[in-house]
């Protein structure tokens, strides 16, 4: 194949990708779900307590998901990319090599 080169370099990005992915769930998303925890631990109380819960669950944290969501969108893509590209290989090189015996069994 002639672009067999990519399949590795996608690899090393789909990697990093997925490291970006848990950074955000491990460094993001879990000192968030344990701010709410020590909040409605009792660490806060009253009703701006409860609002501040409100918008974190509601708002802040769906933000979130959807950030994740979309860096594993990215590497999905990045996949599918990659796989479009080794089977328009394939198929190129294959008609290459038709091209090739064609002429052959003509000259």
Known sequence: MLFSFIADAVDNVIDQI?????????DVESPINSLVGVITGGAWEGDDAT?????????VL???AELIAAIAGISTGVGN???????????????VGDLVNTFGSIF
Do not use: F, H
Request: charged share 20%; glycine share 6%.
């Open 81 to 95: 990319a990659a796989q479009l590209v080794q089977d328009t290989d394939a198929k190129a090189e294959g008609l």
């Open 51 to 59: 609002a501040m819960v409100e918008e974190i669950t509601t708002v």
């Open 18 to 26: 997925t490291g970006q992915l848990k950074s955000v769930a491990d």
């Open 62 to 64: 769906p933000m979130v």
